[in-house]
């Protein structure tokens, strides 16, 4: 026999096409959310607030001062006589890094007797304090590397075996390290799976509240029928998003993609049906549209956002965490995209993340069509 | 032929017995009315029948499939047209027939002709494009009855068609039953207007939950109301229902707007007697002459009597 799901498909889309709340919703609110998180979520430090009180007040001081200046790390906003009012300028927030140069740094270095340079951090940032001690850290270090070739060239002494050893690192695949190219492959992911889910989240409670659901049950329309019929035009809509939401990590942030785009599109549409289930799943199991949205939003965005390595790696956390990311679904295609996106993986790659996800689809939509009831 | 064989059935939602112990027959081919006051049971009734609400207790067999067992033969067979309009308001006319004609698998070469016949049927030609929403409430109801009809079922359901609907409308859409039945259909019909009740080859009344009645409108007006009605005009109905109250020949008297009704034992005769009595109670203007009873007359009579009945038992255990 014929099924009916291309004539619940064609209705589904009619309603889209008039309800411009959903057309926003399916189009506007991706494109917001890949730009305000993709400017706001940075692990990138730039340009820490530095004050600094130079006791000394020699060419030494005064260079090692510039020496962070001109790094593109800091930006020195004090500059202050004494060492007793650094505290204050942390605590009003006016810096974030306080250096103390003590009296007769020049000297003492000029004597080769040493001296010590305080730096205090505001560690109630505890992750930029964390990143600033290190950039401060290569800073003193390279100060001193000069100072033992200066001393060594004095001498007549040879300065090229100084530092002993050399480490050369290379980071592949983003060079810079800058923290958008693993955050934008992420966000689709994110962006993705909550807006698929919140889409279909209403289709279902909808009409059982304007109370067309009773007409439809009346028929001998099957349970599958209407789910899938009304799931294929937001399909569309979602693998729409995918390449939108991409394209605009491209152009806007730079991001590469370097895989193949036939293997992201595929991908993408294994894991939108999974994120339009989930929504499905929803709408048949709550009283009222807003129950069926607040379930997608708590099922969805904050573990898709933190149980899923887009911000913090899956290796980091606790075991028994561990043990719950494997049931969000977003972790399988932040690993998809991050490997399609930056290394051009091969399909043979990604066959675990995507037979993950094909088995999260296959049981949530299986799970909405036996939840749902062809009961009033 | 039966259309449809309810046995026993009952509906309880919690403590709360929606319908208590309903049987009848739907005879193939007729029109049957299921009336009843708001609250009495008509719509939980008819979605038990179309398979939208399981039932408590009880069995029943629809178009001849078990309603237990085979709902979705009956879904096939029949047509229902919710008391709450359930078309989608955010599609035109047109689009909401197309929808349940791939709904019901019309084939697509037969698609067009069924469509075209709905929007005759239901009058709504030159309306197809227009959208659902804009449409006033008789149109509504018109385009319900023609998604019902597009796959011309055997039994249609039909709860509370004209609830809201204004005279006009209510008296064409009656003429649409009408037409149904003509062409072998079965139509099931509730509705709270007792003037309706006239248009139905068999009724049942239905009251808080209870059958309390059965038979075909002839029937029950002179079954039900042996004795005489007699309207009285002259002073004010409420007076006259007063001064009646507790006579005993006297087996009911109601307010009618301006006029008061009154059912007595004997015939038609004792007009002079109900005159002379009121003469005498201090209502010497009281005009009375005999008239035909109404339907409306026999179910004012049932409810009273079931009300009564109710009474009496102290409240009845549901």
């Known amino acids: 026999m014929r099924t009916r799901i291309p004539a619940v498909a064609r209705k589904e889309l009619l309603h889209i096409l008039r309800d411009w709340r959903t057309l926003s919703m399916a189009f506007v609110l991706p494109m917001a959310l890949i730009l305000i998180f993709g400017y706001a979520i940075t692990f990138d430090i730039r340009d820490l607030r530095l004050a600094v009180a130079d006791e000394d007040g020699t060419r030494a001081s005064r260079e090692l001062v510039e020496r962070f200046a001109a790094s593109r790390y800091f930006k ?69 590397i ?72 009346a028929t001998p329309v099957r349970k599958h029928e209407i789910l899938i019929g009304k799931m294929l035009p937001y399909l569309l809509i979602a693998l729409s998003d995918c390449v939108i939401v991409t ?122 069509i036996t939840r749902f009831r062809k009961k009033l | 032929m ?26 193939q081919g007729s029109i049957f009315g299921f ?39 009956i879904k096939e067979n029949i047509g229902y047209m919710s008391q709450k309009f359930s078309l989608y308001a955010d599609l035109t006319v047109k689009q909401n027939l197309e929808f349940y004609a791939g709904i019901y698998r019309i084939p697509l070469r037969k698609r067009a002709g069924r469509i075209d016949l709905a929007l005759r049927i239901a009058g709504l030609r030159g309306l197809e494009h227009r959208l659902t929403a804009t449409l006033a409430g008789g149109i509504k109801q018109r385009l319900a009855l023609g998604a019902a009809i597009l796959h011309e079922p055997r039994l249609i359901f039909l709860d509370e068609p004209t609830a809201g609907v204004d005279p006009a409308s209510r008296r064409d859409f009656w003429d649409l039953i009408a037409e149904l039945r003509s062409q072998g259909a079965t139509v099931f019909v509730t509705t709270h207007y007792m003037d309706e009740a006239e248009h139905c080859d068999r009724l049942i009344l239905i009251y808080s939950g209870r059958k309390i009645a059965e038979a075909s409108p002839r029937e029950l007006v002179t079954n039900v109301l042996e004795g005489s009605m007699f309207e009285v005009t002259g002073p004010p109905p409420a007076e006259v229902v007063r001064s009646l109250q507790g006579k005993p020949f006297v087996k009911n008297a109601q307010i009618f707007g301006s006029v008061a009704r009154v059912l007595t034992e004997d015939g038609p005769e004792s007009a002079g007697r109900l005159e002379q009595n009121l003469s005498e109670t201090g209502l010497p203007e009281a005009r009375v002459r005999p008239v035909r009873p109404r339907l409306e007359d026999a179910f004012i009579h049932l409810i009273e009597r079931e009300d009564a009945l109710i009474a009496d038992s102290g409240g009845r255990t549901r």
């Open chain 2, 35 to 73: 009336l009843g006051p708001n609250g009495a049971g008509k719509t939980t009734t008819i979605r038990m029948l179309c398979g939208l609400l399981a039932p408590t207790e009880g069995r029943a067999t629809v178009v001849g499939f078990d309603l237990a067992r085979e709902a979705d033969r």
């Open chain 1, 146 to 217: 000069s100072a033992v070739k200066d001393l060594l060239a004095r001498a007549g002494l040879p300065s090229a075996g100084i530092p002993p050893i050399d480490t050369r690192v290379r980071v592949w695949f983003n060079p810079e390290l800058e923290s958008t190219q693993t955050i934008v492959p992420g966000l689709v992911a994110v962006i993705m799976m909550v807006v698929a889910a919140l889409l279909t989240s209403l289709t279902v409670v909808r009409e059982r509240e304007l109370g067309s659901l009773e007409g439809l049950i």
């Open chain 1, 76 to 144: 020195l906003v004090a500059k202050v006589p004494h060492a007793e009012e650094l505290p204050g300028l942390l605590d009003d927030g006016t810096a974030q890094i306080a250096m103390a140069i003590p009296e007769r740094f020049a000297e003492n270095l000029e004597r080769w007797e040493g001296d010590t340079v305080q730096v205090l951090f505001d560690g109630s940032e505890s992750n930029t304090a964390t990143i600033a001690a290190g950039y401060v850290d290569t800073i003193f270090a390279a100060r001193n």
């Open chain 2, 2 to 27: 039966i259309a449809v064989k309810a046995e026993g059935l009952v509906k309880r939602f919690g403590p709360f017995t929606a319908v208590d112990h309903v049987s009848f027959e739907v005879a």
């Open chain 1, 247 to 368: 394209l605009l990590g491209v152009v806007v942030f730079d991001v590469p993609f370097a895989g193949s785009i036939v293997l992201f599109l595929a991908t993408a549409l294994v894991f939108a049906v999974a994120g339009l289930s989930i929504g499905l799943v929803a709408s048949v199991v709550a009283s009222n549209q807003l129950l069926a949205n607040q379930i997608v939003v708590l099922t969805t965005m904050l573990p898709s956002m933190l149980l899923s390595g887009f911000l913090f790696p899956v290796k980091s956390m606790p075991e028994w965490v561990q043990a719950i990311t494997y049931a969000v679904p977003a972790r399988y295609f932040i690993t998809i995209c991050r490997g399609i996106l930056l290394k051009a993986q091969p399909a043979v790659d990604l066959v675990r993340p995507t037979l993950f996800l094909i088995l999260f689809g296959t049981v949530l939509l299986t799970l909405a």
